[in-house]
Nanobody, 115 residues
Framework: QVQLVESGGGLVQPGGSLRLSCAASGSIFSIYHMAWYRQAPGKQRELVALITTGAGTTYADPVKGRFTISRDNAKNTVYLQMNSLKPEDTAVYYC?????????WGQGTQVTVSS
């Protein structure tokens, strides 16, 4: 069992930056692939970024070049650095940990991009 707690969301103006954090507990963090998803009102949850156990990364096209996912296995934490934020980035952002048949979610953190 893995518990995930996100933090770092908030209100930011267009063009601004935020750094989301996701702290994991309850299992060996380093064996899980980690990801950030987001869900905007009225839309399906979508993958934002993924980082594998080997630190390989994948990004959704809308965030490429603006967002960076990273992980610190010593701190059991995954991060999402978000730069050049746009109003369309407004959503609840969820942390995800997965491996084989195991899949865990955090409770989500709200990110609102508005002037």
């Amino acid at each position: 069992q893995v518990q995930l707690v996100e933090s770092g969301g908030g209100l930011v103006q267009p063009g601004g930056s935020l750094r989301l954090s996701c702290a994991a507990s309850g299992s060996i963090f380093s064996i899980y692939h980690m990801a950030w998803y987001r869900q905007a009102p009225g839309k399906q949850r979508e993958l934002v970024a993924l980082i594998t156990t080997g630190a390989g990364t994948t990004y959704a096209d809308p965030v490429k070049g603006r967002f960076t996912i990273s992980r610190d296995n010593a701190k059991n934490t995954v991060y999402l650095q978000m730069n050049s934020l746009k109003p369309e980035d407004t959503a609840v952002y969820y942390c995800n940990a997965h491996r084989t048949s195991y899949n865990y979610w955090g409770q989500g953190t709200q990110v609102t991009v508005s002037s």
